[in-house]
């Protein structure tokens, strides 16, 4: 199946049902940014002896609850308020970009891309310095 066929499939949804196909793009884009932000932070993750298997399961496969998490707030609140909110953008510039250069059947998939783009990077960041405060304050002995 080439991408554009894919691409084809996925704004047909988008006309189809675009709440559904919002909230399916937004759990998935939010949870592997939250995956992936971990991983590059290199945050380590931890279980409980008495954690349940799934639990168990997800952590071995680098995958913390939070993950899960975030999937949720992507499908229930992010994608749902988005809708609603037809003017949020991710930042000026990509507005620019895709009014100057993109058809407005593809403004979603792009925005899409620069919020999960935007959101990991900072997501990362915010991570790292977590973890660097966490590791000044026990070098402190607090």
Known sequence: MSKNTLLQQYTAQLNANPLRTKA?????LSF???VLASHLAGVPVSVSKSADPVTKTLAQAKITSRAVKMAAYGFLVSAPLSHVLIS???SPLATLFAQKYLAPELWVPFFNLVQFCLGTYFNTKVKKMRMLAEEKKKGRGE
């Open 32 to 34: 592997v940014q939250e």
């Open 88 to 90: 949020w953008m991710s």
């Open 24 to 28: 399916v793009t937004a759990a998935t």
